[in-house]
């Protein structure tokens, strides 16, 4: 998944961000354009004239890339799938999206939506291409390009290559048939892994060919989709481990309760380093406050530890997530990557019953593969 990002606002409750990378395929695009495409189609036009249709051009074409994720996301919200973020990134675009398609039907939609409404701008633009004949060289010449490219993205995101749109298509169609998510997204990602490495084998041949710019980029296009391709089974494969499986199986129990007037010097010369725990919920008369964790206290100036009280420096309550000990292993995973923490409390009927952590997932998931359960 891709963090952090400069903020371009929000269509629809998501959150819109261009990845740093974006700006490196930005400057590429519009370099490609201004000194190759529009000087050799339209040789009369003066410097000036191809390099502001570039950048007009490399900004609608990017703009085509985030209506193309705006509607998976939109269609996905429609099946009960929150969407965080759309990032424009270096390969594109990606929605992160809080879970997997809950039927094989929903995953057939959402993966169909992107590539038609590609299809569609593309048809948009070359209606303006045949519209603007006889008035404006300029609007023709963005229009075709747009038109094409628009096209030619549909068809791209059509391979039958996990995780690209068709081989979402595909693994709804074998999701369907043998109604197993997991088995469905390991013959679609087999599948992915060997058209990334067909692109990675593609490019190295026309780098050899003296085309070592294009070949490079299709070697690049290639391992993102074979990485990409792993990565995403590895979350699915990880998701089966935890269903069926409860909080209270591998929760942290003896959570000791903090006074919040201590120290943070005394948390951890009498706490942290003697037992090895990362988080202590502050706790006054019964009632909890917050919690403090090694992040928290990591934003404290070691000169500080002994004046510093827990009070000040735990997250308090009002910004807490807690689970309960009987939900779904899968949906406490879920709950810690949406929010990027590390741990969560496991709350029952407003008593406190122990924490939840990264560290005891893993724990769980690595004992769960050496026994190969």
């Known amino acids: 998944m891709l963090r952090g990002g400069i903020p371009i606002g929000r269509l629809f409750g998501i959150s819109l961000r261009l990845n740093y990378t974006w700006f490196i395929v930005f400057g590429l695009v519009t370099w490609s354009l201004t000194a190759n495409y529009f000087p050799m189609s339209y040789p009369g036009w ?36 929150k969407v965080h973020s759309i990032t424009l990134f270096i390969f594109g675009g990606v929605a992160q999206m809080s879970e997997e398609p809950h039927r094989p039907r929903d995953e057939l939609r959402i993966a169909l939506a992107g590539p038609l409404t590609s299809v ?52 709804s169609i074998l999701w369907w048939r043998s109604n197993n998510l997991r088995r469905a997204t390991k013959t679609a990602t087999n599948i992915g892994r060997v058209v990334g490495y067909l692109f990675i084998f ?13 070949g490079l980029w299709l070697a690049l296009i290639g391992w993102f989709l074979e990485n990409a391709a792993v990565g995403s089974y590895r979350q699915v494969s990880l998701q089966g481990m935890l269903q069926g499986h409860t909080v209270s199986e591998v929760m942290t129990r003896d959570c000791p309760l903090m006074d919040p007037e ?39 100036p070691r000169p500080l530890w ?3 009280t827990l009070r000040q420096v735990m997250t308090p309550l009002d910004k807490l997530k807690s689970v309960s000990p009987n939900e779904d292993l899968s949906k406490a995973m879920k709950t810690l990557t949406e929010a990027d923490i590390n741990q969560v409390l496991v709350v029952e009927n407003g008593t406190i019953l122990g924490v939840i952590g990264r560290d005891n997932l893993l724990a769980f998931i690595n004992i769960r593969g050496e026994l190969g359960v």
């Not at 593609?202 to 294009?214: A, T």
């Not at 948390?267 to 380093?273: A, D, K, R």
Request: charged residues 10%; glycine residues 10%; positive net charge.
């Open 202 to 214: 593609g490019g190295i041949f026309f780098i050899f060919q003296g085309l070592w710019l294009n």
């Open 46 to 81: 003066s410097l000036s004239m191809s390099l502001v249709a570039g950048i007009v051009t490399s900004l609608l074409f990017f703009g085509s890339v985030l209506a193309h994720e705006l509607m998976h996301s939109v269609v996905a919200q429609s099946v009960g799938i």
């Open 120 to 171: 569609a701008i593309g048809i948009i633009f070359w209606v303006v291409y045949l519209l603007a004949e006889g008035h404006s060289e300029f609007i023709r010449a963005i229009s075709y390009w747009l038109g094409l490219i628009n096209i030619s993205l549909a068809v791209f995101n059509l391979i039958p290559g996990f995780p690209l749109d068709g081989g979402r298509v595909l693994r």
């Open 262 to 300: 201590l120290t943070v010097e005394k948390l951890v010369n009498e706490q942290i380093l003697v037992s090895g725990r990362r988080c202590f919920p502050v706790v006054v008369d019964g009632r909890i406050l917050g919690l403090v964790t090694l992040h928290n206290i990591r934003s404290v």
């Open 306 to 308: 002994p004046a510093r």
